[in-house]
């Protein structure tokens, strides 16, 4: 499987900040995206972190909240702006490799607005 | 509207039996499907899965089962071991094609294996 490094593991943060994770992989990967994981819910895809251009967001995700960068194969951050409690998350970068069926996660990171 | 649907948010099982998470979902153009397991403080990780082509799948202690005519899916745990107590997440996606690695989850099912 991709070693996937994911920093912060976790964060408490004031409403009104910004927030930028970081997600290294071991190698290079076909694609990446992020996830969120709101208390109780299921993991909901925010964007596909497209290298080298602008990310493809899901619906109900606007790049103004999330930007997204990923300069390189194995590189990607998400920043949370203008963070509000309803923030308050896990959020897990994945990754799949060329040839593989199955995605990949980070061990996520959990942040906390106050 | 959930695509994913994962209706026991919890499950006790002792340990030696089987564990059944069961799994329904709505949109006919998902044709592979994957579990994962969550610890507490880790991300998930991947499990087993299956493509609509098959209706089983066994990799050691796990087995899936899918039965596309009623778009349900199970993963059964035999024997249950008390280190398999973790979230379980279904997952599925369109087999090929744009959009074919984005994942749709359901809520997880939480298992406890009681020693």
């Known amino acids: 499987s991709a070693v996937i490094s994911q920093k912060p593991s976790r964060d408490i943060c004031q409403r009104g900040t910004s927030l930028t994770i970081q997600c290294q992989v071991d190698s290079q990967v076909t694609m990446m995206f992020w996830y969120r994981q709101q208390p109780g819910q299921s993991l909901t895809l925010i964007a596909t972190a497209n290298q080298g251009s602008e990310a493809t967001y899901e619906s109900g995700f606007v790049i103004d909240k999330f930007p997204i960068s990923r300069p390189n194969l194995t590189f990607s951050t998400l920043t949370v702006s203008n963070m509000s409690p309803e923030d308050s998350s896990i959020y897990l970068c994945?990754?799949?490799?060329?040839?593989?069926?199955?995605?990949?996660f980070g061990q996520g990171t959990r942040l906390t607005v106050v | 509207d959930q695509q994913v649907k994962q209706n026991s948010p919890s499950l006790s099982v002792q340990e030696g039996r089987i564990s059944i998470l069961n799994c329904d979902y709505t949109?006919?153009?998902?044709?592979?499907f994957l579990w994962y397991k969550k610890y507490p403080a880790e991300g998930p990780t991947f499990l087993i899965s299956?493509?609509?082509?098959?209706d089983k799948n066994e990799d050691g202690r796990f087995t899936v089962f899918l039965n596309k005519s009623a778009k349900h899916l199970s993963l059964h745990i035999v024997p249950s071991q008390p280190g398999d107590s973790a979230v379980y997440f279904c997952a599925a996606r369109p087999f090929s094609g744009a959009g074919s690695y984005q994942l749709t989850f359901g809520k997880g099912t939480k298992l406890s294996v009681i020693p």
């Open positions: 994945s990754v799949v490799r060329q040839g593989d069926t199955e995605a990949f």
């Open positions: 949109n006919s153009m998902f044709d592979y």
């Open positions: 299956i493509s609509s082509i098959k």
